[in-house]
């Protein structure tokens, strides 16, 4: 009797473990199921532009591991003859996830923007278009990723009609773009209608060696949109009012405190608002027009007429105690040596402290069309003088015109050009600013032309110089030019050696 006990107790032992490995089966099935499952969602979320935006060899490795997932992965229920071991499946999905996880944005001698639109129609984008929704991604030299989401628009007036658009990112929250600041709103300057892409670049370190309150940084960077390389752009910071950037109080006293206002001869904007007296006009760009309200206005008009009159009078106490003289001077002085043809039209900027009751001039902007890029057949003959290197051209323009007749204003030009004279004769010194600056990014500048296709000798817009042939050739030119320039304002304002 015991020994029968024994084999019966041994055989209900033997009953429950199979028992248990059936249930265990079912459970083994279904956990396959949704690893077969998680496989396909993976395999479903594949990257937009994958082959565009990263490696090849991290691209090799995901298409290998897209290669192993089963065809019919998808359909498997754990009724299915065929599913596969779970182990199996498992290291499948780890395959994937490690594939995923391992690809690599293109990165190597220099910062890169990734940029996907949400509709991906980035490379049709008008200026009229507006913003459209956006996945911005920020691939430095040394492999650090910001990937962020925000909006980007085509910006500019004659330079969003170019075939190489300038866009503006707006963040959705703020970021520190390759170490220039937190801030939501950046620009990618196209150096459409420059041959050299150098322009912009010289004269903002100009303005930072003159100690201008508020000068754009700004870093080469190379772009793809939705897929697409554009090619070597410059990433900087716009005009804007904001704390570390043009720090002015546009909002106390009901916003009648501080302003901006731009020079804007002829061009019509909507929702603009405008300044006039004779033959002057500005823009008010800060309080927002949008939202400017007639208290607003009725505030800056009297202050706008009251400093046009001043400057006009010619006195020098009154003028020095309305204006920061030493602004005017050093804003007048980069737009005289780049002979900036912008400097009576628009891009430029005069802003008011209200708690000093004083205007200062800046900051500046926009140089593609400086430097003798100029076509000298422009529409308007009083133009075409900033194609050479001889005469002056700012000393003529809007409120330069009165202040350059007074001594003791262009007495204090000559003494900031004199001190910074080893600045400006480095820009074109051989391993100067131009030769350095080329250096440090010949191999985006080449992809610029030869990956992305622009013609350094094509003209892309009416007042810009006919290019030479070559880069090589336009850098040159550019060279020559600033020395010319240099010389001959130097002999002009007698501070030859």
Same mark, same amino acid.
């Given at each position: 009797m015991?020994k029968?006990?024994i084999?019966?107790?041994?055989?209900?032992?033997?009953?429950?473990?199979?028992a248990?490995?059936?249930?265990?089966?079912?459970?083994?099935?279904?956990?396959?199921?949704e690893?077969?499952?998680k496989?396909?969602?993976?395999?479903?979320?594949v990257?937009?532009?994958?082959?565009?935006?990263?490696t090849?060899?991290s691209?090799?490795?995901?298409?290998k591991s897209?290669?192993?997932?089963?065809?019919h992965?998808?359909e498997?229920?754990?009724?299915s003859k065929?599913?596969?071991?779970t182990?199996?499946l498992?290291?499948?999905?780890r395959?994937?996830q490690?594939a995923?996880?391992?690809?690599?944005?293109?990165?190597?001698?220099c910062?890169r $923007?990734? &940029?996907n639109t %949400?509709?991906?129609n980035?490379? +049709?984008?008008?200026?009229?278009d507006? @913003?459209?929704n956006?996945?911005?991604?920020?691939?430095s030299?040394?492999?650090?990723?910001?990937?962020e989401s925000?909006?980007i628009?085509v910006?500019?007036?004659?330079?969003?009609?170019g075939?190489?658009k300038?866009?503006?990112?707006?963040y959705?929250?703020?970021?520190?773009?390759l170490?220039?600041?937190?801030f939501?709103?950046?620009v990618?300057l196209?150096?459409?209608?420059?041959p050299?892409?150098?322009r912009?670049?010289i004269?903002?370190?100009l303005?930072?060696?003159l100690?201008?309150?508020?000068?754009?940084?700004?870093?080469?960077?190379e772009?793809w949109?939705?897929?697409?390389f554009?090619?070597?752009?410059?990433?900087?910071e716009p005009i804007?009012?904001?704390?570390?950037?043009?720090?002015?109080?546009?909002?106390r006293?009901?916003?009648?405190?501080? $302003?901006l &206002?731009?020079? %804007?001869?002829?061009?019509?904007e +909507?929702d603009?608002k405008?300044?006039? @007296?004779?033959?002057?006009?500005?823009?008010?760009k800060?309080?927002?027009?949008?939202?400017l309200t007639?208290?607003?206005?009725?505030?800056?008009?009297?202050?706008?007429?009251?400093?046009?009159?001043?400057?006009?009078s010619?006195?020098?106490?009154?003028?020095t105690?309305l204006i920061?003289?030493e602004?005017?001077?050093?804003m007048?002085m980069?737009?005289e040596?780049?002979?900036?043809?912008?400097t009576?039209?628009?891009?430029?900027?005069?802003?008011?402290?209200?708690?000093?009751?004083r205007?200062?001039?800046g900051?500046?902007?926009d140089f593609?069309?400086?430097?003798?890029?100029l076509?000298?057949?422009v529409?308007?003959e009083k133009y075409?003088v900033?194609?050479?290197?001889?005469?002056?051209?700012?000393?003529?323009?809007?409120?330069?015109?009165?202040l350059?007749?007074?001594?003791?204003?262009m007495?204090?030009?000559?003494?900031?050009?004199?001190?910074?004279?080893? @600045?400006?004769?480095?820009i074109?010194?051989p391993?100067?600013?131009?030769?350095?600056t080329?250096k440090?990014?010949?191999?985006?500048f080449t992809?610029?032309r030869?990956e992305?296709?622009w013609?350094?000798?094509?003209?892309?817009?009416?007042?810009m110089r006919i290019?030479d042939?070559t880069?090589?050739?336009?850098v040159?030119?550019?060279r020559?030019?600033?020395?010319?320039?240099?010389?001959?304002l130097?002999?002009?304002?007698?501070?030859?050696?």
């Amino acid at each position: 009797m015991k020994k029968t006990r024994i084999i019966m107790s041994a055989a209900i032992v033997v009953a429950a473990m199979l028992a248990l490995v059936g249930c265990r089966s079912q459970q083994d099935k279904a956990l396959a199921v949704e690893t077969a499952a998680k496989i396909v969602s993976l395999s479903d979320t594949v990257p937009q532009y994958c082959t565009a935006y990263f490696t090849e060899e991290s691209v090799a490795a995901l298409d290998k591991s897209l290669a192993a997932v089963p065809e019919h992965a998808a359909e498997w229920t754990v009724d299915s003859k065929d599913l596969p071991e779970t182990a199996t499946l498992q290291e499948i999905y780890r395959n994937l996830q490690a594939a995923f996880d391992g690809l690599t944005y293109r990165h190597g001698n220099c910062d890169r $923007f990734f &940029i996907n639109t %949400e509709n991906g129609n980035g490379n +049709e984008l008008m200026k009229d278009d507006g @913003y459209v929704n956006a996945q911005v991604v920020l691939v430095s030299a040394s492999g650090e990723i910001l990937d962020e989401s925000g909006r980007i628009k085509v910006r500019g007036n004659s330079t969003a009609k170019g075939d190489k658009k300038p866009f503006k990112i707006k963040y959705d929250s703020k970021q520190d773009v390759l170490e220039m600041g937190a801030f939501k709103n950046w620009v990618l300057l196209a150096n459409c209608y420059d041959p050299t892409m150098l322009r912009n670049h010289i004269m903002f370190g100009l303005s930072r060696q003159l100690g201008l309150a508020y000068v754009p940084q700004d870093k080469f960077v190379e772009l793809w949109l939705d897929g697409v390389f554009k090619g070597c752009y410059e990433v900087t910071e716009p005009i804007e009012v904001k704390k570390n950037r043009l720090n002015l109080d546009v909002e106390r006293n009901s916003g009648c405190q501080d $302003f901006l &206002i731009e020079v %804007e001869a002829e061009r019509e904007e +909507e929702d603009a608002k405008y300044l006039y @007296y004779g033959d002057l006009r500005f823009s008010i760009k800060e309080p927002d027009p949008e939202t400017l309200t007639d208290a607003q206005f009725e505030y800056i008009a009297p202050l706008f007429v009251n400093w046009i009159e001043t400057v006009q009078s010619g006195s020098q106490d009154k003028i020095t105690e309305l204006i920061d003289v030493e602004s005017f001077a050093k804003m007048y002085m980069i737009n005289e040596y780049s002979k900036n043809v912008d400097t009576g039209y628009s891009s430029a900027f005069f802003y008011y402290n209200a708690d000093e009751g004083r205007f200062y001039a800046g900051p500046p902007w926009d140089f593609d069309l400086t430097l003798g890029n100029l076509d000298i057949n422009v529409e308007q003959e009083k133009y075409a003088v900033c194609l050479e290197p001889e005469g002056t051209f700012a000393a003529d323009q809007q409120l330069y015109a009165y202040l350059c007749k007074q001594t003791w204003f262009m007495n204090e030009v000559k003494r900031i050009y004199a001190e910074n004279r080893d @600045y400006i004769k480095n820009i074109y010194a051989p391993g100067g600013l131009i030769d350095s600056t080329i250096k440090e990014n010949e191999e985006m500048f080449t992809r610029n032309r030869t990956e992305a296709d622009w013609d350094p000798g094509a003209k892309q817009h009416g007042g810009m110089r006919i290019p030479d042939a070559t880069y090589e050739e336009n850098v040159e030119y550019l060279r020559q030019w600033c020395q010319a320039r240099d010389e001959w304002l130097t002999n002009y304002w007698g501070l030859a050696e």
